[in-house]
């Protein structure tokens, strides 16, 4: 992803940025689709797993790409401007990633 400038809390990623995001989640909501469907179909459980385990790997995937981002362009900005707090947000974020 592009380096961003994130100003008054508000992230500015580029269209293509969002594009790729966006594409991302229409793939996750379609294997949310297919595991709705399989449950109506009575699919067997180990298949169900499998496929929401592919869907916890695809958001935590997700997550880490818009974490990385914002590492690089938001709190390395406000590193940079001597905003030093942003420390606890990342604190904060990865406390968060690791419940």
Partial sequence: ????????????????????INNRL???DGQIKGI???INEDIYCNDVL?????VEKAIRNLSNIILEDHL???ITEDLED???ESIDEIV????RFNR
């Fill in 92 to 95: 904060n974020l990865f406390k």
């Fill in 82 to 84: 001597g905003k030093i």
């Fill in 50 to 54: 499998i496929q929401l385990s592919a």
């Fill in 1 to 20: 992803m592009e380096n961003k400038i994130c100003h008054h809390r508000k992230s500015h990623r580029s269209k293509k940025d969002i594009e790729k």
């Fill in 72 to 74: 690089y362009s938001c």
């Fill in 26 to 28: 229409n793939r996750i």
């Fill in 36 to 38: 709705k469907k399989m």
